[in-house]
């Protein structure tokens, strides 16, 4: 019922919008030279909308570049574009701004780093978590390397053989996400601050919540004038549950980095220390941000960092097992390549696996973890890079070399 009210309002907005623009004229000429994907698409955003709202976004504006080429228009003020040089590279290595779509993305009313407008003060945060974000912090860090041994020895592992024994089916999404949940929130917040969503089944209820808030984006980011203009006439199109899920997740995050706080004191480099926590508190006390603000920007930034990282990771993962599950001569070749590394490899020489690298870049390739409006799902179906493109070919990343790879790459 919700949505047809929905759908009805969606409907009314654009034809009144088409025949705005329909007797004022297409309302950004400079883009007029660009093929549109569709008859609307120059004079109202609603086209676009209704893609993301039905789920076929990705779908449609792949169809339109396979007709019209790498650059087309999508929207009034919005075009859609498929090709590195002069077309993605000059977008992110330019200085242009963000979309105020990123606005929607507060934590606490705060803007984390997704949510900031503005260049200067986005990668100056960047900056402030480049180091322990970056990968040779990362293979290189004691605290990380503990936390990873303990989280996959002393919790995964006794789950995964209980499993085995019984034989009960279990939902490998749900158990990825727990898994790099409490990896993540380990390496942010210290080993015991962290979440134990793998162990205590009371926690891992708390991943619905997640869920739960993905169910309302599109409504806040898409439509906030008529998610508003709904609620003024008494329907809500954002079902009740969703407002109380920010507020467990919040809750969540405040309480992990309370305890975060209480013990940054511990100087000990060891897996309780809060390695990104205490990077960002120190970072912005250096940028003197004002001392009201310094918990609650912190808090925010966390918040995001932990919803994104292990949704993401949690479909790589999980499409991972999928494919491997339906590859079981994949399956015996990556056990025979991780049967070389010996009992306690490092992070590098796990790195330089070829098949289990394989294995990654190619999930990665066909199922992108990210949401949202991205060029990732056509960049990456792009038939003269990835020949077959919707075959899942781990071989095809060990297979090429030089240029190849790295056009691959790119
Ligand atoms: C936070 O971690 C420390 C060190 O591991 C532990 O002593 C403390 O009990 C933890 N706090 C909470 C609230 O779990
Ligand atoms: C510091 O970390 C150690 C090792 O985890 C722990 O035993 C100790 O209680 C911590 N100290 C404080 C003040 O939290």
């Given at each position: 019922m919700l949505s047809l009210i929905a759908l009805f309002m969606v409907i009314i907005s654009t034809f009144l919008l088409f025949l705005r623009y329909l007797f004022s004229g297409d309302s950004s000429s400079l883009l007029s030279a660009i093929p549109t994907s569709h008859f609307l698409a120059p004079y109202t955003r609603y086209w676009l909308v209704w893609l993301k709202g039905t789920g076929c976004e990705h779908r449609v504006r792949h169809a339109a570049h396979a007709r019209l080429g790498p650059i087309v228009r999508i929207g009034p003020n919005e075009i859609s574009v498929t090709c590195i040089e002069n077309g993605v590279q000059t977008i992110y290595g330019g200085s242009f701004e963000k979309a105020?779509?990123?606005?929607?993305?507060?934590?606490y009313g705060q803007p984390s780093m997704f949510a900031m407008g503005h260049n200067k003060p986005h990668s100056e945060r960047k900056c402030m978590l480049t180091h322990v974000c970056s990968k040779s912090y990362i293979q290189n860090s004691p605290e990380l390397n503990e936390i990873i041994h303990h989280v996959l020895s002393e919790r995964l592992l006794p789950k995964m053989r209980t499993w085995a024994k019984n034989g009960v089916p279990i939902n490998v999404h749900e158990e990825n996400k727990a898994c790099i949940m409490d990896l993540t929130t380990a390496y942010f917040f210290g080993l015991g601050n962290g979440t134990n969503f793998v162990q205590d089944p009371a926690q891992t209820a708390l991943l619905k919540n997640f869920e739960l808030g993905m169910s309302g984006l599109f409504w806040i980011a898409e439509v906030p004038g008529i998610t508003k203009l709904a609620g003024i006439f008494?329907?809500?199109?954002?079902?009740?549950?969703v407002f109380q899920s920010y507020q467990l997740m919040e809750d969540l995050c405040t309480n992990m980095c309370k305890s975060a706080k209480s013990n940054?004191?511990?100087?000990?480099?060891?897996?309780?220390?809060p390695t990104v926590y205490a990077q960002l508190r120190s970072k912005l006390e250096e940028a003197k941000i004002p001392s009201e603000l310094l918990d609650v920007t912190i808090v925010a930034e966390m918040l995001d960092h932990i919803q994104a990282g292990h949704e993401g990771t949690g479909i790589t993962l999980t499409f991972l097992m999928c494919e491997l599950s339906r590859n079981p001569t994949l399956m015996v070749q990556l056990r025979e390549e991780l049967a070389t590394l010996g009992t306690s490899p490092s992070a590098q020489s796990i790195d330089n696996l070829p098949l289990l690298d394989a294995l990654l870049m190619e999930t990665m390739r066909l199922y992108p973890g990210s949401f949202g409006p991205a060029s990732v799902y056509s960049l990456h179906r792009n038939p003269k890079v990835?020949?077959?493109?919707?075959e899942w070919r781990p071989e095809r990343w060990i297979e090429a070399s030089g240029e190849k790879k790295k056009e691959m790459m790119k």
């Open positions: 105020a779509w990123y606005l929607n993305f507060q934590n008494g329907i809500k199109l954002i079902a009740d549950g940054l004191s511990n100087e000990s480099t060891n897996k309780a220390h990835f020949p077959d493109p919707e």
